[in-house]
């Protein structure tokens, strides 16, 4: 069959940046679903995304669907006729559905009988007749979080839309979507093309395009960008800080990308680079350059969307937009610095941290107490891990922070050195908020450690405490990073902190302002299922997870150490018969409600049930030390030694047996091997 | 066409006025009430509900207490000036009609990178809200552009397209200075006068009055008084006056924010006020433009075509 390229795109008015790349691939994934699904089949489909287009283009598409047969079965031979032959009511009305005479249909015989049926042949429909509603339905169901209307129309998208343009090879596909007739014109680039460009053929889209000054596959445009950027700090001897973020962002702000370098007065530099960046990144969209030293150069690049006719105009004009910019940051740090942070304790307290739970002062309070308390239990400077936390929040009360919330932390560490806090403090101000985000970096030191799980830690206990713990996607106190934060910190740095001493600790912290009365558990069953979605991403199974979980062991170093054990213990060969024993045991034990007793070695009757009680003993002897020091691994390892004598017993014994006191005495057996296993983990969960 | 001095602050606006009236708008004249931005203006907050198609342009003083600097800043002002357009319905080729206003200011879009960067809108006292962008110029903000969606609560149909000038920006850059007050305002035959010369006097003592002297007392009884206003105005179904206090009431608001008189948790229960108001005018003057029959519905669609790019 004869195939051809088809292309479908969108020219519209300007697009927001963020969401670019996901609409673009959600329209993708929209029409290759449906063109799959309808039994289209291609060699090769692409998606294309301009601030003013989203396309999809498919290669080697067929021109139609095939033709099928379709089985349709009728009445049962036996109930299709009377004894005369003559064909029910049913079975003529069946055949007529199907545009036939009961005479003209076939029959389908299985083991079961025998049937009316016809095959009729489906006509595959042309690609011009499929591809409209195609289109229709694929941009309906794009991930639009404000849809607007504009004009006089009803219409909704995302920006109001201009041009539509579905072709098959040279064709044009007649059709209309979004209020737009299909047609072969594109919008060329905004400046540098006058009218719209004429399209001949599918195949030519990105070339054709090209020439209107648009380089519309998203992919190699940023490939560009990051050339150019590349280029452009080289030949200034710098290197160039590319976010993925903000390079998605800018990609998705050009058509036409025409990279250039602009500078700023040396004296900014006098400024923390923090701030400075931060400037330079979130509204402008600028890229700050390093020197080889990693200090931050006196000069920004930026990526425009013309070849413009006098670049030193552009560059002109985006060093006038940054210049005030920084002169702002400048100012509110020289300003900052005449206060010291201990000064702004008083202005604390007429911030709110949340109604009920009082102003942020009573929090800075609440998380020194909490830090030093942390650095007592590691062995810390716990005066320091006091003074950072009472200081946590003071530089959000600084102009800086408060122009630039982003830097909130670091200014807290440029402002203590400045006011000749020691480092460590300092540096605890700064380490705070990490992690910001999942992979963000951890606190540096275990005094940042401690302000870092305090500040999150109070939180966590103050918001459920009254009563306002988040609910599906709502998290407006960012709860849940706040555990897993605490999570990773504890583990990752090995910290031997038990979470349910620091939350009952902040519990008392927060005196008779806490309403709910089951804080303490709700809070740390919460972090427990923040531990299933950590261990869930580096890969360890549902099942280990599960297994341990059961035992909400509240020591992050414990709870890891079991999943460890129990990971180990999975892939022992006598894991699956324990597991399955352990849930035997369980079920069994389940079912009786009477009162077990010690097991006695007198009242073992069977051989079987006398040697896994002695090979118990012996395991319960070797693992009792074990348990003392915690290394679950080689108890597993030792209990693992159960396997064959419990199979024999279970092979061989009857553990309910007709005498009370014979099965009672069985009864405390099984219970004390799975209260054995039981203390490490539930392993019965284990697949 | 008459070409202006657009290197002057007056040229400026003349050549923009002059402009947007050869597409087809309304010039009318700026409020003569305190309000925050050119969107208060009746011309378009009113204008932008009901179905009836309306285009207009004007200026409008813009009055923002709390960005007062005593004349310091060479950034800021407690008293600027928007140029508002507004079109009802947003015409197809709305973003053509902006660029070629501006390169009717002698801006050239081949030598500079104009960008229309996402920017959403949303005002909590007027219950509005619209998506649109706002325009770069080499990286500088110098334009709001908006598509109502929203206003008094009511959905925009059809929708208004509302672009907003920041004149002085946009003469700081035409005239390249750095300092607001350094803008040429006219040079003609009587000699050069400067943005300072008109407005610098006025941001000192203004300044002065918003944050030193405004009697917070009087400001909060003014505030409940064109509350009461407002809301017995709607019940005699008098939309326009019952808008005018809602004004004057967010005006006080404004004044009593730059007092620090307002705490931040007072301060959303005073926006939800005013926003109350807003609704109530909006519905009412749409109830009574209906009970009018829409008039300007019935009007002629003008022979001039704002499809066209101007007559040069």
Redesign the interface.
């Known amino acids: 069959m004869t195939t051809e390229t088809l292309l479908i795109e969108l020219g519209t008015e300007e697009l927001p940046p963020k969401s670019l790349k996901t609409l673009a691939t959600a329209f993708f994934d929209n029409i290759k679903t449906q063109l799959d699904s309808n039994d289209l089949t291609y060699s090769d489909i692409k998606w294309f995304a301009t601030p003013r287009r989203l396309a999809v283009q498919v290669i080697d598409l067929v021109g139609k669907q095939q033709d099928k047969t379709v089985e349709k079965r009728g009445p049962a031979v036996n109930v299709a006729f009377d004894a005369e032959g003559n064909a029910s009511k049913a079975a003529q009305g069946w055949a007529r559905s199907n545009g036939i005479t009961v005479e003209q249909a076939e029959r389908l015989t299985t083991d079961k009988g025998e049937w009316l049926l016809h095959r009729a042949t489906v006509t595959g429909k042309a690609i011009a007749e499929l591809i409209p509603d195609m289109v229709t339905t694929a941009l309906s169901k794009l991930p639009i979080a404000k849809p607007m209307r504009w004009g006089a129309e009803r219409t909704q998208f995302i920006r109001p839309v201009h041009t539509l343009t579905m072709m098959f090879g040279s064709e044009v596909i007649a059709g209309e979507a979004l209020g737009v007739t299909s047609a072969n014109q594109l919008q060329g680039h905004r400046f540098h093309h006058e009218g719209l460009v004429t399209l001949n053929h599918a195949n030519e889209y990105q070339a054709e395009l090209l020439k209107a000054y648009v380089e519309v596959d998203f992919a190699e445009r940023q490939k560009k960008i990051v050339a150019q950027i590349e280029q452009v700090a080289k030949d200034i001897n710098a290197v160039a800080l590319i976010d993925e973020d903000l390079l998605d962002e800018v990609t998705a702000l050009v058509e036409w990308p025409v990279t250039l370098v602009g500078t700023f007065d040396e004296d900014f530099l006098n400024v923390p680079a923090e701030p400075l960046i931060y400037s330079m990144k979130d509204h402008q969209k600028y890229f700050p350059v390093n020197d080889k030293n990693g200090q931050l150069l006196n000069k920004f690049i930026f990526v425009s969307n013309i070849e413009s006719k006098d670049p030193s105009a552009v560059i002109f004009g985006n060093e006038k937009v940054i210049r005030p910019r920084l002169a702002d940051a400048e100012f509110f740090f020289k300003t900052d610095k005449k206060q010291s942070l201990e000064s702004r304790l008083t202005s604390l307290e007429s911030v709110l941290f949340q109604k009920q739970l009082g102003t942020l002062k009573a929090k800075s309070e609440r998380i020194a107490e909490l830090s030093q308390f942390i650095a007592e239990q590691l062995n810390e400077n716990a005066d320091d891990a006091y003074r950072a936390g009472l200081l946590s929040k003071t530089d959000l009360m600084s102009e800086m922070v408060l122009e630039f919330p982003q830097v909130q932390g670091t200014m807290g560490k440029y402002y203590a050195l400045h006011d000749g806090e020691n480092v460590n403090i300092a540096q605890a101000l700064e380490d705070q908020y990490r992690p910001r985000f999942a992979g963000d970096s951890l606190p540096e030191a275990n005094i940042g450690c401690a302000v870092a799980i305090s500040d999150k830690i109070d939180t966590l206990v103050g918001i459920f405490g009254i009563n306002q713990a988040p609910k599906g996607d709502k998290d407006p106190f960012a709860l849940r990073r706040a555990a897993i934060g605490s999570i990773r910190i504890i583990i990752e740095k090995q910290l031997d902190l038990d979470l349910s001493e620091l939350i009952n600790k902040s519990i008392e912290l927060f005196g008779d302002k806490l309403v709910n009365e089951n804080t303490a558990n709700d809070v740390l069953d919460f972090i427990m299922g923040r531990f299933r979605a950590f261990y869930q991403e580096q890969g360890i199974s549902v099942d280990v997870i599960q297994a341990v979980l059961a035992k909400k062991p509240s020591a992050p170093l414990d709870f890891e150490k079991r999943i460890k054990a129990v990971t180990f213990f999975g892939e022992l060969p006598e894991a699956a018969t324990l597991a399955a024993a352990n849930k035997r045991v369980g079920n069994i034990l389940a079912k009786f409600d009477g009162q077990l007793t010690a097991f006695n070695s007198d009242l073992a009757t069977e051989q079987a049930e006398k040697d896994l009680a002695n090979v118990y003993q012996a395991i319960k002897l070797e693992v009792a030390p074990l348990m003392a020091v915690k290394d679950y691994q080689a108890a597993l390892s030792e209990l693992a030694q159960l396997k064959a004598p419990i199979d024999t017993f279970f092979d061989n014994v009857m553990v309910m047996s007709d005498d009370e006191a014979i099965k009672i005495n069985r009864l405390t057996l099984l219970n004390e091997i799975r209260n054995s296993f039981f203390a490490i983990a539930d392993i019965s969960v284990l697949q | 066409m008459t070409t202006y001095n657009s290197k002057t602050f007056q040229g400026l606006i003349l050549q923009l006025q002059d402009y947007w009236s050869r597409q087809g708008c309304v010039i009318v004249q700026p409020l003569d009430l305190e309000v925050g931005a050119g969107t208060f203006h009746p011309m378009t907050f009113l204008r932008s509900i009901g179905p009836e198609p309306i285009s207009s342009a004007y200026v409008q003083p813009c009055r923002r207490p709390t960005d007062g600097r005593y004349g310091e800043n ?2 800021r002002l407690q008293h600027y000036y928007q140029f508002q357009v507004m079109l009802k ?4 080729n709305i ?1 053509e009609l902006y660029l070629n206003s501006l390169k009717e200011l002698g801006i ?11 920017d ?1 809108w949303e005002s909590p006292t007027l219950g509005a809200w ?2 649109g ?1 706002e325009i770069w ?4 903000e110098i334009t709001q552009f908006t ?1 109502f ?1 929203q206003v008094g609560g009511l959905e ?4 208004t ?1 509302e672009i907003t000038y920041g004149l002085e920006r946009l003469a700081m ?1 035409i005239q390249n200075v ?1 300092s607001i007050y350094d803008l040429v305002w006219t040079d003609g035959p009587l000699g050069t006068v400067y943005y300072r010369d008109i407005f610098h006097q006025n941001e000192v003592e203004q300044s002065t009055y918003n944050f030193e002297h405004a009697d917070v007392d009087a400001l909060f009884k003014q505030f409940d008084q064109c509350e009461i206003d407002s809301q017995k105005l709607i019940e005699a179904n008098l939309p326009l006056p019952a808008y005018e206090q809602v004004m004057k009431a967010s005006h006080a608001f404004n004044l009593l924010d730059a007092r620090h008189a307002i705490s ?2 007072e301060r959303q229960r005073y926006i939800l006020r005013v926003r109350t108001l807003s609704k109530a005018v909006a519905e009412a003057y749409y109830a009574k433009r209906e009970e009018l029959g829409f008039p300007m519905c019935n009007n002629n669609t003008s022979s001039t075509n704002t499809e066209t790019k101007g007559d040069k």
Do not use: A
């Open positions: 060479p950034n319905p947003s015409p197809k973003q050239d879009p081949l030598v500079h990178d104009i960008r229309f960067v996402e959403n619209g998506l962008w110029l080499n990286g500088m598509y969606q925009c149909t059809p929708v397209g850059y750095d931040v948790t």
